[in-house]
């Protein structure tokens, strides 16, 4: 479920835990940044209490988001501190002002959630030589990571809809859990970021739909073979499209990518 209250989006989905690793180099692109130290709260039975500690968070006009756990419980994860320390005292704080109870801080390490799978071959294929590395392919984790939406239904909370902002909120959460911080509007997505034609285009790039570069009002996260994931509209469940549908073709402006 995606919900977006002045300006906070909640979302809750199925994730893998995985182990951390050395965070990859970001490009240097303007408005890009790597996620810091995060707070973690909660051991939620029920999704109700997870979205109840989230809107409390709200109130405080701190941006949060709740996610399922792969032991089936419930936690919120919200902020984005330079140290641990800082993020420590800001929880503490929470704490004594009763908005949360016990919390976890989350390192920058600790946001790689699902690991890329090594492409199946067939019988008469050989695997190819792999390339060398220097870090993890943040492209394929924020793939995979986003195809573990799919499926998953989601409503707006409020009346004050921002058109687009469902599809970008979406866009920013797998990024954020990604370990990067990514612009809020899919108009401010589409300014950053290195341009990327279709046919270059590779798992964890953004795709952007609209009547032009200057009106932007729809982003996907591409996840291969010209297929990308997305949160349609309102009331409806984040799903895989692919481009090659007669709309998509057509609103199609252009790809990004961050990593």
């Known amino acids: 479920m995606v919900r977006f209250v002045s300006g906070v989006w909640l979302l809750s989905f199925i994730l ?3 182990a951390g ?3 990859a180099p970001l490009r240097e692109i303007k408005g890009i940044s790597r996620l810091g130290y995060t707070i973690q709260v909660g051991a939620f039975a029920e999704v109700k209490n997870a979205e109840r500690l989230t809107v ?3 109130g405080k006009g701190i941006e949060a988001f709740y996610f399922k756990k792969d032991n089936g419980v419930y936690a919120v994860r919200f902020g984005d501190y330079p140290t641990r320390d800082a993020a420590t005292k800001a929880a503490r704080k929470l704490v004594a002002e009763k908005i949360i109870g016990s919390f976890f801080i989350a390192s920058p390490r600790e946001t790689y959630l699902v690991k890329p799978k090594e492409p199946e071959l067939r019988a008469e294929e050989s695997r190819p030589t792999p390339k060398p590395k220097t870090g993890p392919d943040m492209g394929a984790i924020a793939a995979r990571t986003a195809e573990r939406f799919v499926g998953i239904p989601y409503q707006w909370g409020g009346n004050n809809v921002v058109e687009g902002m469902d599809c970008s909120g979406f866009a920013r959460a797998v990024y954020n859990l990604c370990g990067v911080n990514i612009p809020r509007t899919s108009a ?3 300014r950053t970021g290195e341009i990327v034609d279709r046919q270059s285009l590779h798992d964890g790039d953004l795709v952007f739909f609209g009547a032009s570069e200057s009106q932007i009002n729809h982003v996907g996260i591409y996840v291969g073979n010209g297929r990308f994931v ?6 409806d469940e984040i799903k895989v499209s692919s481009l090659d549908e007669p709309y998509f073709t057509r609103k199609f402006v252009g790809g990004r990518r961050y990593f």
Not at 230 to 235: C, K, L, N, S, T
């Open 21 to 23: 690793g050395c965070a």
């Open 16 to 18: 893998l835990t995985a």
């Open 188 to 190: 401010e997505q589409f």
């Open 230 to 235: 997305h949160a349609p509209r309102r009331g």
């Open 56 to 58: 409390k968070l709200q």
